[in-house]
């Protein structure tokens, strides 16, 4: 397990970007598949992607696919969700999650053992 923290939400307007930070701890940091999953209220909770933990594999959810990118910097213990062209409907919490799992890609909620706390990220028209 890793603890993890998020910072970056905010409200913005729509087209306009927005970078998402996780801090993790521990040092096993390049051993875990990060990722984000978001919720918006009266939805359920939409895998947005992730990465490896080399950071050579990256996967994204068709709503989001080529509009956010997912890095990470191993050194840092720290992943980023970077969104551009926000739209009113990206409007959520957004929260960073640790895999130890295989098939993290499969964005199932129960691949990800660690979970952050959530930053809001609001989205107005």
């Known amino acids: 397990q890793v603890q993890l923290v998020e910072s970056g939400g905010g409200l913005v307007q729509a087209g306009a970007s927005l970078r998402l930070s996780c801090a993790a701890s521990g040092r096993t940091f390049s051993s875990y598949n990060m990722g984000w999953f978001r919720q918006a209220p009266g939805k359920e909770r939409e895998f947005v992607g992730g990465i490896s933990g080399s950071g050579g594999f990256t996967y994204y959810g068709a709503s989001v696919k080529g509009r956010f990118t997912i890095s990470r910097d191993n050194a840092k213990n720290t992943v980023y969700l970077q969104m551009n062209s926000l739209k009113p409907e990206d409007t959520a919490v957004y929260y960073c999650?640790?895999?130890?799992?295989?098939?993290?890609?499969?964005?199932?909620?129960?691949?990800?053992?660690?979970w952050g706390q959530g930053t809001q990220v609001s989205v107005s028209s």
């Open positions: 999650v640790a895999s130890a799992s295989g098939i993290w890609w499969s964005g199932r909620p129960e691949e990800f053992g660690s």
